[in-house]
């Protein structure tokens, strides 16, 4: 990790549910262990309506989505950022699943390494109660702002996975990484 970039990532969707969502922002930081690369966001128009809840949650309103590109428009940012870089998320499951199948719906395939910042802080911090991540901020003291947007998301999981890295050491992040396998899909 130390010697590659990777990329962390966090989308937002018009469901709690990845794969009955469509996604309607998402953030990549691409970091090299020491300084940021890169920083890219979008909104993204869904081919569905924002239930209410997702707005409040958010703060993504249609109007806002009025001018934002369909996921096809964006997709191949996305595959750029992230190809040949471990991805990095908080609770990537979520991320993968939406991902996944926003790709699907556009008929492409998108697999990635991936390492998720919620199970690595189960493993190295077993005492908590919770590993959301405004509780996990809270616990390590990064500040959090913003939440539920995908750039604000994407640098608290950044700063969080920079964190435990410094506390525990590369050899245990490695450990953790994964190949993304079907098995797993939500």
């Not at 953030?27 to 262990?33: E, K, P, R, W």
């Not at 003291?141 to 996975?161: K, T």
Request: net charge neutral; aromatic share 8%; hydrophobic share 40%.
């Amino acid at each position: 990790m130390q010697d590659q970039a990777f990329a962390v990532v966090d989308v937002e969707t018009t469901h709690g549910d990845p794969m009955q969502g469509h996604i309607i922002e998402l953030a990549v930081l691409v970091h090299d262990g020491e300084r940021e690369l890169e920083a890219w966001s979008s909104l993204v128009r869904p081919r569905t309506a924002i239930p209410p809840f997702i707005s409040r949650l958010t703060g993504i309103r249609e109007g806002m989505l009025k001018e934002a590109p369909l996921f096809p428009q964006v997709a191949r940012s996305l595959m750029d950022l992230t190809r040949d870089r471990l991805m990095v998320a908080h609770n990537i499951r979520y991320d993968m699943t939406a991902l996944e199948h926003e790709f699907a719906r556009t008929g492409l395939v998108f697999q990635r390494n991936t390492l998720c910042t919620e199970r690595l802080s189960r493993q190295l911090v077993p005492h908590l109660s919770h590993y959301n991540l405004g509780s996990l901020c809270r616990y390590f003291g990064i500040p959090f702002e913003g939440r539920h947007r995908a750039l604000n998301d994407a640098r608290a999981s950044l700063q969080l996975f920079l964190r435990l890295r410094a506390e525990f050491g590369e050899d245990r992040l490695r450990a953790a990484a994964h190949w993304w396998p079907k098995e797993q899909r939500a």
